[in-house]
């Protein structure tokens, strides 16, 4: 069992499902959180992910992490968001951050921590920092969406004639 706080970088994964921009509410209530899964294809890389207390699951020959970081402290106070940066590790603006698309890669660090509470023992993670070394880029979603035209337009002089 993990007995001192520590950092651990994991490289080289997968980056699923990000929501770095702005913390996501908590479908069973409680703070807000900025999410990110990780994956691998990688046996031996999902074990040392699981020999360091992460939660793995696997489906068909993937290994998957979710990560969270939240937004508040116990006292109430607002935690600093997660470091995000591109491969040169130059910061990426919010509106950057929206944009890390479903098998993007990169690098994270995760901060490990013992815990002990009401008689229960373990580890609880904290993502700290993504590394964004290959994007691909995310241009879905409710700001971009729209209807398509259908048919044609009716000339300016066609509306104004219908109207009187």
């Given at each position: 069992?993990?007995?001192?706080?520590?950092?651990l970088?994991?490289?080289?994964?997968?980056?699923?499902?990000?929501?770095?921009?702005?913390?996501?509410?908590?479908?069973?209530?409680?703070?807000?959180t900025?999410?990110?899964?990780?994956?691998?294809?990688d046996?031996a890389?999902a074990?040392?992910?699981?020999?360091n207390?992460?939660?793995?699951?696997?489906?068909?020959?993937?290994?998957?992490?979710?990560?969270?970081?939240?937004?508040?402290?116990k006292?109430?106070?607002?935690?600093?968001?997660v470091?995000?940066?591109?491969?040169?590790?130059?910061p990426?603006?919010?509106?950057?951050?929206r944009?890390?698309g479903?098998?993007?890669?990169?690098?994270?660090?995760?901060?490990?921590?013992?815990?002990?509470y009401?008689?229960?023992?373990?580890?609880?993670?904290?993502?700290?920092?993504?590394?964004?070394?290959?994007?691909?880029?995310?241009?879905?979603?409710?700001?971009?969406m729209?209807?398509?035209?259908?048919?044609?337009?009716?000339?300016?002089?066609?509306?104004?004639?219908?109207?009187?």
């Open positions: 069992m993990l007995t001192q706080p520590k950092n970088i994991i490289t080289d994964v997968e980056l699923n499902w990000a929501r770095l921009d702005t913390p996501a509410d908590n479908p069973f209530g409680g703070e807000k900025w999410e990110l899964q990780i994956a691998t294809t046996a890389k074990a040392d992910w699981k020999a207390y992460l939660n793995v699951k696997e489906t068909d020959g993937k290994f998957t992490v979710s990560l969270r970081r939240k937004s508040v402290t006292d109430g106070s607002p935690m600093e968001p470091r995000v940066v591109d491969a040169q590790k130059l990426l603006a919010a509106a950057d951050r944009k890390i479903n098998e993007s890669r990169g690098n994270v660090i995760v901060w490990l921590a013992p815990y002990e009401a008689g229960r023992k373990g580890v609880t993670h904290s993502l700290t920092a993504v590394q964004v070394t290959d994007l691909q880029e995310y241009s879905g979603g409710g700001d971009s729209d209807f398509d035209v259908v048919g044609e337009a009716p000339s300016a002089d066609a509306a104004t004639a219908d109207m009187f």
